[in-house]
């Protein structure tokens, strides 16, 4: 049940208003003067995502990048159809999507307040992950912040990527992780880990990608 008027209320109130600034490459975008009413819950490196109070069950993805792309992530929403561990779309307008809200924390921020991530999660994800190749579609760029949890239950936040070609181990080396050191560590005793920690471990993961990925080419 989409509102003429809510559609009405992003075109005028949020796009209006909101700034939405990329500062660094690969660093997340941030967004300032937000309208009142308005909440940003995400940011991610190419859109932020907010929610206004009267409509508590969608979001609405703002995209910084070519209209390209947010037309790719629509059809990737219109080829996914209905799964649980996903969202879907509601609505696509010019350089924005209305889908439908993922309630309840990125696995990242699990990581960083100290909340016990239970293998269900993984496990959930690692099925939505199968059912989007069954649909013909490439998993991409699935890390700690395009997943969040809730009850014990897994969902993919960020499809954006899933049309791009080739092998992407992002999801793979962190499920590795976590059967390999989380369980047998935070998962007994989960505590917090900084931001600033996550990080360096996120920024090491990338040179480390990068400096065996040169190493292969030259094998
Ligand atoms: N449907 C949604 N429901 C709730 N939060 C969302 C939703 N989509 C995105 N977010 C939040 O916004 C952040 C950025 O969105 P994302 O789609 O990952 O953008 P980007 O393509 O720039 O990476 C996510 O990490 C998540 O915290
Ligand atoms: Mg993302």
Known sequence: MMKKKFIHLIETELLKKVVIKSEKAHNPVTAEHIPIGWKCVGVGNYAAVFMHYTEPELVVKINIVDKENLEKEADIYRRLGNHPSYSHLIYEGDNYLVLKRLEGITMY??????IRIPETVIKDINEALEYARSRGLNPFDIHGKNVMMKDGRGYVVDVSDFYKQGKDEKWEDLVK?????????????PVK???????????TYRFYKKIRRKLQWQN
Request: aromatic share 20%; glycine share 4%.
């Open 109 to 114: 921020n699990a990581f960083a307040k100290g």
């Open 177 to 189: 992780a976590y059967n390999k050191l989380y369980k047998k560590t935070l998962y007994k005793y």
């Open 193 to 203: 880990i900084p931001f600033k920690a996550l990080d360096i471990i996120r920024h």
